[in-house]
């Protein structure tokens, strides 16, 4: 699974045009991810701007800044945007995220837990569920952040991985060995390291938080998204897609 966020995680400070924090995790078969979709990845890049060594970033991408500059002519903008639509399209993964209305977690809770932290909690939770009683394991791969933001992920991994969970009035939800069993390792990566997991990640974050905070706003984006994320009869909501509070 690779993570990534769209928002700023602080409650210092909260945008109230994108008062949302969101960590979206994408799940690759390991095989298939790098005899497919890196390959995919890259002929994209290549088609676009005739390399490789481009960050796919959605902030950057939306604000035509940098190498995206050039999307300011809108016949190449729809050129792009039509190609990233396939290839996320044509991809086979699942999304399993988390999106948090800051604004309101600060409203509804005196000393609220930092929301990076909430998510990834949210996120370890389903997917437990997710993999459920099948054989298969997970990786996680976060982007790395400032050092001590990586060492408190880091713990909230851990300290998931020690402890039985248990549902409220109906004893455990899951157990800590099962946990462990399923959750093989967690590491960090930097985005200069230029892993296309990560950049998938980072595109689907950010229509999930445009979703979160105006779902009657057209998100062609999420229309495609919402195809990814994990559900149990069709519902994603709550499986695939926590929103809190």
């Known amino acids: 699974m690779f993570l ?10 909260v945008d109230p045009s994108y008062p949302m924090f969101v960590l979206a995790g994408c799940i690759f ?46 016949r190449k903008r729809e050129e792009f945007y039509n190609d990233l639509d396939i290839l996320v ?13 800051k604004s309101k977690l600060k409203n509804q809770y ?10 990834l909690q ?18 996680f791969r976060i982007e790395s952040r400032e050092t001590h933001n990586d060492r408190k992920l880091a713990e909230v991994y851990e300290n998931f991985r020690l402890y039985d969970h248990l ?3 109906k004893g455990i939800l899951f157990k ?9 390792d967690l590491s960090f990566n930097q985005k200069v390291q230029n892993i296309a997991g990560q950049q998938i990640a980072d595109l689907v974050a950010y229509p999930i938080g445009a979703f979160v905070l105006n ?3 057209e998100n062609k984006a999420f229309e495609i998204v919402k195809t990814k994320f994990h559900n149990k009869n069709g519902s994603y909501m709550n499986y695939g897609l926590k929103v809190f509070p």
Do not use: W
């Open 176 to 184: 800590k060995e099962e946990i462990q069993s399923k959750f093989i």
């Open 215 to 217: 779902g009657k706003r």
């Open 4 to 13: 990534d966020e769209s928002g700023d995680h602080s409650l210092d400070k």
């Open 29 to 74: 078969d390991l095989d298939y991810y790098s005899q497919t979709v890196e390959p995919s990845v890259n002929k994209l890049k290549i088609k676009h701007f005739g390399k490789i060594d481009i960050i796919l970033r959605s902030y950057d991408i939306r604000k035509q800044k940098g190498d995206f500059s050039y999307l300011v002519d809108k």
């Open 110 to 119: 005196r000393e609220p837990n930092n929301p990076y932290n909430l998510c």
């Open 167 to 169: 549902k409220p009035n």
């Open 89 to 101: 399209k044509s991809m086979d993964f699942k999304i399993i995220a988390a999106a948090i209305h």
């Open 122 to 139: 949210f996120i370890l939770e389903r997917s437990v569920m997710f993999l459920g009683r099948s054989g298969d394991k997970l990786i």
